[in-house]
């Protein structure tokens, strides 16, 4: 990927992590309404978490090779 599509994904995940982390916000302060839930969004919002660590450890990569090269 290049440095402009990595940056795009980043983006995009970074929205998709705020909205992850506000619906497991939201679940929290309606507890103990819908507590069989957390697991699920719990779940949600690590993996949207883990795949933008990952896009912005691949993004200075490629900011650091282009840099380089």
């Given at each position: 990927?290049?440095?402009?599509?990595?940056?795009?994904?980043?983006?995009?995940?970074?929205m998709r992590?705020?909205?992850?982390?506000?619906?497991?916000?939201?679940?929290?302060?309606?507890?103990?309404?819908?507590?069989?839930?957390?697991?699920?969004?719990?779940?949600?919002?690590?993996e949207v978490?883990?795949?933008?660590?990952a896009?912005?450890?691949d993004l200075?990569?490629?900011?650091?090779a282009?840099?380089?090269?």
């Amino acid at each position: 990927m290049t440095v402009e599509e990595l940056e795009k994904k980043v983006k995009k995940l970074s929205m998709r992590s705020t909205d992850a982390k506000m619906n497991l916000h939201d679940l929290s302060e309606e507890l103990p309404t819908d507590w069989e839930k957390i697991p699920e969004v719990a779940q949600e919002t690590y993996e949207v978490f883990r795949e933008l660590a990952a896009a912005r450890r691949d993004l200075k990569a490629a900011k650091q090779a282009e840099a380089g090269a």
